[in-house]
Structures are given as C-alpha cells and as structure tokens.
C-alpha cells in the first residue's frame, strides 16, 4: 500500500472522528442518536474514490471496534457496533466504496445533481439498508417500524448531502485526488 493512500485514508478517519465532537441528537423515535459522521462518510467516497474512501472508512471502523471512542458523544468498543447504531456504522465503509465507486464512473460528467444523486444512493439509501435492517433485527421490531421511525433523519441527511456535494465537487475542482490517482494508474500501464 502507498504512502500517499494511507495519509489519505487516515486523514479521512480523523475528520470522521473530529465529526463525532459534535454531541449526538438522541430522539424518542429511534434508539439511534443523529450525528454529524454520515457527512464524512460521503466526503471520503466524493473526494478519495472508492478505494482509499472505503479504507478509510474500514480504519474508522476498525479503530471503533477497538474502543477508540470516535463515534459522537464518545462512544466506541465492540458493544457499540452490537448495539442499535450498529448496522449504520457497518454500513460506512460499504458506502464511501460505492459513493467513490459512482464518482469515478461519472468522473468526466460529474455536475451538482450528479453529486447529490450520487451521495443520495450511497450515503442515505444503503446506509439506511443496512442500518434499518440491523436495528430491526437488534431490537427484534418489524422492518415497517424501524424504517418509519429512520424517518427522522431524513432532513439532517438531506443537509449533509447537499454540504457533502458542494464541498466534494470543489475540492475535486480544485485538487482532483481521483482524477489525479486515475492518471497515474494509466501512465503505469502504458509504461508496462
């Protein structure tokens, strides 16, 4: 593995950590808190791609598994990933593969509503996928239910994406990170 791809990943799992300062909203609707995390979890995949995206979110993750208390209002451990925020934090690395994987595909069109459709699919639609499906089955409640009561999370999630977008396309503007991994690669292979 590259240097330059571990700086990165690192780098994206502490902005993800530094995220979790911000103190959780807990709601009567949800044993799940609204966190500010989901915001880096689209920024990773947006602007590292879906491989160092994906792996900083597995070194998140992974650095969460081991009690670094990373997650919003300092929680971390094993416990936390069995727990009903659980199938959500999972679900993380799996998200910013697919949002970079997305990204990368439309690279050469990549527009605003792009962005957003694209930070919609990965970071809501499949975070949501897996994070109602665990809960459901943690707390042993019906699919129908754990998805309603997800619903509150549907205006703070909306607000991440749009900031996500913005942020993604202007950093991809202005330090294309993807675009500059994808030139390297193809010089690689036209040297070999």
Known sequence: MKLRTMVYASLFAAIIGALGLLPPIVTPFTPVPITAQTLGVMLAGSILGAKRGGLSLLVFVLLVTFGAPLLSGGRG???????????????????????????????????????????????????????????????????????????????????????????????NRVYPLIEMEKSRNNRKSKAA
């Open 77 to 171: 451990g094993l416990g936390v990933l069995f727990g009903p925020s659980g199938g959500y934090i999972l679900a993380w690395p799996f998200a910013a593969v697919t949002i970079g994987f997305l990204i990368e595909c439309f690279w050469k069109k990549l527009n605003i509503g792009l962005y957003i459709a694209i930070n919609v699919i990965g970071g809501v639609l499949l975070v949501y996928a897996f994070g109602v499906t665990y809960l459901s089955m943690i707390t042993e409640t019906p699919w129908t239910k754990a998805a309603w009561a997800a619903l509150v999370f549907i205006p703070g999630d909306l607000v991440k994406v749009v900031v996500a977008s913005l942020l993604a396309r202007q950093i």
